[in-house]
């Protein structure tokens, strides 16, 4: 099987060899790749969509079918994800273990007996027992509120810096997530819980979906983003923009609450009671 | 001699791809763990992504984000100047989409575990047959 594999890999990269020696050099501004539509996107994007970063202007208005359909690609893997792993089916676990919080001491319960629910000294903690780390405890909780902020000016600055919808939805994820393996599972899902980031899930393509749909209730293409110029009341160029903005919020809620979702149902196997 | 170095050197975009390429295809052939099929199949995009981006690359170019974009008095905007903007779209699309497959390949590798108890083909495939 090993050496059929390395028959079969040399064959391949023996083929793509070939091919590339065909290829234009690297850095070369006469490639294929770069004479064709790509300066017409440099040339007249500003002038068309008032957004001078260009990969914006193209992802969210040029080629707004695609990115709409990769947001969906994105949704349907959230939707996937919980129909193979999610659990619903409770059981009861056995043994608990709380941690009482001004000693430090683990305390474990059998059965049905339980520590008062609003009790603010004890704290449940995973079977696996972890101890109590206050420094990552408290890094984390510095971090995260300032890596959301980030995220938010990628996603809201993306016209006019490195950013976007997609990349600021996996930093605002990220920050959700390390805030999940820094505490618990359990903590982040009173925070985001997992109706909420399912609705989120829905909600970031319904917003890319209701954008489109709205231009054409005003009479033009879906998608086209100029005939929001009606309703906001500014020039068809600006409004290309501020349609791209509208677009690149849909997407950000929509990756951010994928990754969330995706996680909690691969930390915790889909029981979403006790994660890593 | 220096002609096959100049190629060597001017297409050094092409030789790291095909590497990582054939990497990830022979760790998915030949790798008997699931986890790893899936590492292969990271690699595999990684050199797709790595491919894509360096062919919209241009030398003496920069970022494509137009200098003084609203205001272009004076300020004639050439091809030339920015990179080819049209790869970076696709891949920065393909990345996230990367990221949500890994996402259900995992949730994949996670039943399979829960229902069979192991992630080696070999198992599986002989436990498939029983």
């Keep these: 099987m090993k050496k059929l594999a390395i028959v079969i890999v040399l064959m391949f990269g023996g083929l793509l060899f070939y091919s590339a020696l065909e290829f234009p050099p690297w850095g070369d501004p006469q490639a294929p790749a770069s004479t064709h539509v790509s300066p017409r996107y440099i040339e007249q994007a500003v002038s068309e969509t008032s957004v001078p970063n260009l990969v914006t202007a193209v992802l969210a208005d040029y080629r707004g079918y695609d990115t709409m359909f990769e947001t969906i690609v994105i949704f349907s893997a959230g939707v996937a994800c919980l129909l193979l792993l999610r659990v619903y089916r409770r059981e009861e676990m056995e043994t608990r273990l709380y941690r009482h919080l001004p000693t430090g001491i683990t305390l474990r319960v059998k059965g049905e007996r339980k520590i008062p629910k609003d009790s603010q000294d004890f704290e449940q903690i995973d079977l696996t027992w972890v101890p109590y780390d206050l420094a990552v405890k408290t890094t984390c909780r510095m971090i995260v509120p300032f890596s959301m902020i980030f995220a938010l000016y990628v996603i809201a600055h993306g016209h006019h810096s490195p950013g976007g919808g997609f990349q600021g939805g996996v930093i605002l994820g990220a920050s959700v997530i390390l805030y999940a393996i820094s505490h618990n599972l359990r903590l982040s899902l009173l925070r985001i819980s997992e109706r909420l980031a399912v609705l989120l899930c829905g909600l970031g393509v319904f917003i890319y979906a209701g954008t489109g749909l709205l231009c054409t209730l005003y009479g033009a293409n879906y998608l086209d983003y100029s005939a929001l110029s009606q309703l906001l009341g500014v020039d068809p160029v600006t409004a290309r923009s501020h349609g791209i903005l509208m677009v690149e919020i849909g997407v950000g809620i929509s990756v951010m609450a994928v990754m969330v979702h995706l996680y909690y149902n691969l930390a915790s196997a889909g029981r979403h009671d006790e994660g890593l | ?130």
Excluded: C
């Excluded at chain 2, 699931?34 to 894509?52: C, D, E, H, P, S």
């Design chain 2, 1 to 130: 001699m220096s002609e096959l170095l100049l190629l060597i050197i001017s297409k050094i975009n092409y030789w790291v791809y095909i590497l990582l390429m054939m990497i990830g295809l022979y760790a998915i052939i030949s790798k008997n763990n699931l986890v790893k099929k899936i590492i292969g199949m990271n690699i595999f995009q990684t050199a797709v992504i790595l491919f894509f981006i360096s062919i919209g690359a241009k030398k003496n170019a920069t970022i494509p984000i137009i200098e003084h974009g609203l205001h272009p008095e004076g300020h004639a905007v050439r091809a030339v100047d920015y990179i080819n903007p049209l790869p970076h779209v696709l891949m920065l699309t393909a990345i996230v989409v990367a990221v949500a497959t890994l996402g259900v390949a995992l949730a994949l590798v996670v039943k399979i575990y829960q229902q069979y108890g192991t992630l080696e083909e070999n198992d599986l495939i002989s436990m498939l047959k029983e």
